[in-house]
Nanobody
């Protein structure tokens, strides 16, 4: 089975922090190690947008809206990608999706992040 599973979402107040986790399993094991991983998010009524990416070599890229607040990292030994989210704002409220980017893109099911003011 090819699967990406996100966890760690929840309801928090503005200024608080969350850490999202994306765990890879099944035949995606090798793809996880060679492909770029990333996080997207989508709020109700809005277009899905890129949040952050990380290459196999650890190079990262961030949306301007989260730069300095969010950190993406990966642990190849655990087949896991993380998104550390600090200083959360209400506008960060969205469903967050993990993606393995390659000739075929693999998506997780999403995890809800809600930030109250």
């Amino acid at each position: 089975q090819v699967q990406l599973v996100e966890s760690g979402g929840g309801l928090v107040q503005a200024g608080e922090s969350l850490r999202l986790t994306c765990a890879a399993s099944g035949s995606i094991f090798e793809l996880f190690r060679i492909n770029t991983m990333g996080w997207y998010r989508q709020a109700p009524g809005k277009q899905r947008e890129l949040v952050a990416t990380i290459t196999r070599g650890g190079n990262t890229n961030y949306a301007d809206s989260v730069k300095g607040r969010f950190t993406i990292s990966r642990d190849s030994a655990k087949n896991t990608v993380y998104l550390q989210m600090n200083s959360l704002k209400p506008e960060d409220t969205a469903v967050y999706y993990c993606i393995n980017r390659g000739p075929t893109d693999y998506w997780g099911q999403g995890t809800q992040v809600t930030v109250s003011s």
